[in-house]
């Protein structure tokens, strides 16, 4: 019985040792007395137990390898790369995948730092920002052809940071910093110039206005004083005691004027109480004088003097 129990045991062990199962996305490398034997995919599996041994499962799925790379540009600028390689094992290829390269990774790694330290040092630094995508493409290439032939498709490469030295990084903030400045500064002269030449444009309309007003003001008081010199001399007022009168209503009138605009500058002088009355007193005399003298040039003839002819 005991020799039966044993038996049962060992047939037991070696029915379930018979199946194994595999993951989807991963394919399993049996070997047949450490010789590979096939390949199993996604599912449940029967080998010969003891003599079929499972020597590696490989993952199917897209992985992703990111190296860090430092390198210098043409203008000798060092900057350190971030390249992100996505790849795959091919599933009709697991065989070589397994047994042809031992460490994918480091095989990888090596053909990246190869690619990218030759395309960049034809670079400048402004132009490895703006021809990334051109060094990514180069390092798929690369590798697309080495990798192919091991089992590994390459899907896709990408450049996914680059990182100069961090004054070189200082130096490029302050160039673009005063480039815009320089531009701001241009744009305010402009801005600048258009305020001066409307002030200026606006300024000439307004004394050309003020130019016109002050004409018609002029035409407007000579008709004035010209009534008023007329109206005075219908009601029997000489001429000069009538101009005596129209220059004190005027200076009157301009005090009033002054007086009614707080920020007038006008002066006015003599400007004291007196003035008009004086300037009146000395328009009158003059007035008064300049009638004498012309009566002693031009002496009227007396009807009552003997001699009269």
């Known amino acids: 019985m005991i020799y039966v129990g044993f038996i049962v045991f060992f047939g037991l062990i070696t029915l379930f040792a018979s199946f194994f199962t595999v993951k989807q996305e991963t394919a399993a490398i049996v070997e047949r007395l450490g010789k590979f034997h096939s390949v199993r995919h996604s599912g449940l599996q029967l080998k010969i137990p003891f003599i079929d041994q499972i020597s590696k499962r490989m993952n199917l799925r897209i992985q992703q390898l990111d190296v860090m790379i430092d390198t210098k540009t043409l203008d000798n600028v060092f900057i350190k790369m971030k390249v992100s390689v996505q790849y795959q094992v091919i599933r009709t290829q697991v065989g070589d995948a397994y047994y ?61 940071d680059i990182d100069p030295d961090e004054q070189v990084k200082h130096a490029m903030n302050r160039i673009n910093a005063a480039e815009r400045e320089k531009t701001a500064a241009e744009y305010e ?75 007038s500058n006008l002066v006015l002088l003599p400007n004291t109480p007196t003035a008009a009355s004086t300037m009146l007193n000395d328009l009158v005399a003059a007035m008064a004088v300049s009638k004498q003298i012309d009566n002693v040039d031009n002496p009227k003839p007396n009807r009552q003097n003997p001699n009269f002819l």
């Open 100 to 160: 042809r390269l031992e460490n994918p990774e480091a095989q990888i790694t090596s053909f990246v730092f190869d690619v990218v330290r030759a395309e960049v040092p034809k670079m400048k630094l402004d132009d490895v920002f703006v021809r990334k995508d051109d060094i990514a493409v180069a390092v798929k290439g690369e590798l697309q052809e080495a990798m192919n032939s091991y089992g590994y498709d390459i899907i896709k490469a990408l450049v996914t």
């Open 189 to 263: 002269s402009e801005a600048q110039r258009i305020r001066i030449v409307a002030v200026a444009k606006a300024e000439a309309e307004s004394k050309k206005l003020q130019g016109q007003g002050i004409a018609d003001q002029r035409r407007e008081i000579a008709k004035g004083l010209e009534e008023s010199v007329k109206m005075l001399n219908s009601v029997q007022i000489e001429p000069h005691e009538a101009s005596a009168l129209i220059v004190v209503t005027q200076h009157y009138d301009t005090l009033q004027s002054i007086g009614a605009n707080n920020r």
